[in-house]
């Protein structure tokens, strides 16, 4: 195929877009894993997975719980914590495609 770019040089190219957006979704499915977690364990538990979600997830719900009213219990408060990184994540999207920073879909394959 004449004209394709590896692979390789894609990731490289595009880091501006790919590691801001790899760490948001990151975020997101520990958002998420805490959440369903929480269901299974203590908010006081010592289970190893569990205090590596909560610590990983703390600085997070932390700034949620900021803009969000004290009456919220913490289950709901981790679910709006991950609405907020969804939205975050879709508007950097969003920001990255109209700055025509987003990586062409049609460059690969």
Known sequence: MT???????????NWLFHVPNTVLALAMYMLLGRLVLSIFFSADSQNMIWRVFCRLTDPIVRAVSLVTPKAVPPPVLLAFAFLWVLIIRRAF??????????PPQSLVG
């Open 3 to 13: 004209g394709s770019i590896p692979i390789e040089n894609l990731a490289i190219q």
């Open 93 to 102: 999207g969003l920001i990255m495609t109209h700055g025509a920073l987003v």
